[in-house]
């Protein structure tokens, strides 16, 4: 059974940081595509950023880009994001998700997405 689990959200301060791993199993974790996709209250799903199955390709949202960083440990099975110079506007609930074979880190489109974990909240407030 595919499973993507991420933690380390919580309360940050803005200019705080966090870092937010995602535990998968289940499938061959480094031959996936991953990427973390963001929903803030009252507003639809926001691509935050795109990795490859190596690691050595990454793109970021233009909203996070120089702020935030994804990485991977794939002997670990672990996806992560360090979000650094946090704003109000990054409060949401953050995903993990798997993506389809053959499609591109930057990609936007929810049904490229295959797997999702349930979401960890970050709450940016002073």
């Known amino acids: 059974e595919v499973q993507l689990v991420e933690a380390g959200g919580g309360m940050g301060q803005p200019g705080g940081s966090l870092r937010l791993p995602c535990a998968a199993s289940g499938f061959t974790f480094s031959s996936y595509h991953m990427s973390w996709v963001r929903q803030a209250p009252g507003k639809g799903p926001e691509w935050v950023s795109g990795i490859n199955g190596g690691g050595g390709r990454v793109d970021y949202a233009d909203s996070v880009k120089g702020r935030f960083t994804i990485s991977r440990d794939n002997a670990k099975n672990t996806l992560y994001l360090q979000m650094n110079s946090l704003k109000p506007e990054d409060t949401a609930l953050y995903y993990c998700?798997?993506?389809?074979?053959?499609?591109?880190?930057?990609?936007?489109?929810?049904?490229?997405?295959?797997?999702w974990g349930q979401g960890t909240q970050v709450t940016v407030s002073s």
């Open positions: 998700a798997s993506l389809k074979p053959g499609v591109l880190i930057t990609t936007t489109d929810l049904e490229d997405f295959g797997s």
